[in-house]
């Protein structure tokens, strides 16, 4: 496993594990680690892995941003928001395989970020997300009105602002936030399993459903449309050699062998 200032990112079997490795600072991301983050991603995509786990050390997943250092009255937040993080994220949501992230403790601001642009999460019961900035005179960034107000509503999400509430992972998976809570000593074992199964499947069926779930998301597609989308996905995955294996497996009756290739 590769170690840089922050993050590290170790590849084995076709999975990449990213670890956001600053503790002493909760994994709060500056400007550096934000490309160190980047640089991983492009090099687990350069390795051709067929699956992503992004998880942090410590006592939290990830803080949000480093601002230990920051002087309110020259930060470039938009340079760092809208230069850095966003296109990271971006990165994230288009990494061209599934992707799954395992949080515990604090996923606030950024890390919270990290988490809507990840395919799958998994959250320890006790972790605490949402929107503490009103302490900091500062507002919600890095995606999460929109998560917040799409699965919450706009009442319950204006609520955890003008009040600071902080959810746990069991309240924000009960809400449709997140895929699964477990105890936080389970968490990572469990995240790791469940990117051990997807990169032994069909990664170009995967990353079709992963298409069509972003175009549902961000471009809200209707029932009919997203039909035609699944239809001709369907139809370009016949071609595939995870296809045919899937069909010749299930009439032999034996337990299909995917490759992830075309």
Same mark, same amino acid.
């Given at each position: 496993? &590769? ?10 079997? =076709? ?8 503790? @002493? ?13 980047? $640089?991983?991603?492009?090099?687990? @995509? ?27 009255? &020259? !930060? ?22 599934? %992707? ?10 950024? =890390? ?5 642009? &990840? !395919? ?13 900035? /009103?302490?900091? #005179?500062? %507002? ?40 699964? %809570?477990?105890?936080? !000593? ?6 790791? !399993?469940? $990117? +051990? %199964? ?11 459903? /992963? ?20 239809? +001709?996905?369907? $139809? ?9 294996? =899937? ?7 034996? @337990?299909? /062998?995917?490759? =992830? #290739?075309?």
């Amino acid at each position: 496993m &590769t170690k840089g200032t922050a993050i590290r990112l170790g590849i084995e079997d =076709g999975v990449a594990e990213i670890v956001l490795d600053a503790p @002493e600072r909760l994994n709060a991301l500056n400007p550096d680690d934000i490309g160190e983050l980047s $640089a991983a991603y492009a090099a687990a @995509e350069e390795a051709g892995v067929r699956a992503l786990v992004l998880r942090g050390e410590g006592r939290a997943f990830c803080a949000g941003r480093d601002i230990s250092g920051v002087d309110p009255r &020259t !930060d470039d937040v938009l340079g760092y928001l809208g230069g850095l993080v966003t296109p990271l994220l971006q990165r994230m949501a288009a990494f061209p395989a599934p %992707t799954f992230a395992a949080a515990h403790g604090a996923c606030l601001g950024v =890390g919270l970020g990290l988490l809507i642009a &990840t !395919d799958v999460v998994y959250v320890a019961d006790s972790a605490k997300i949402g929107s503490p900035f /009103k302490n900091l #005179g500062a %507002t919600l960034d890095s995606g999460g009105h929109a998560l917040f107000f799409e699965r919450l509503g706009a009442h319950r999400t204006l609520d955890l602002i003008y009040t600071g509430r902080l959810m746990s992972g069991e309240e924000a998976v009960a809400a449709g936030l997140f895929s699964r %809570t477990l105890p936080a !000593d389970e968490v990572v074992d469990a995240i790791r !399993d469940a $990117a +051990r %199964t997807a990169a032994s499947g069909p990664t170009r069926a995967f990353l079709a459903s /992963k298409s069509l779930v972003r175009s549902l998301r961000d471009e809200r597609v209707g029932l009919w449309e997203s039909m035609d989308a699944e239809n +001709r996905a369907q $139809a370009a995955l016949c071609d595939t050699d995870d296809y045919r294996e =899937g069909f010749a497996a299930f009439q032999a009756k034996r @337990e299909p /062998k995917f490759t =992830g #290739g075309v």
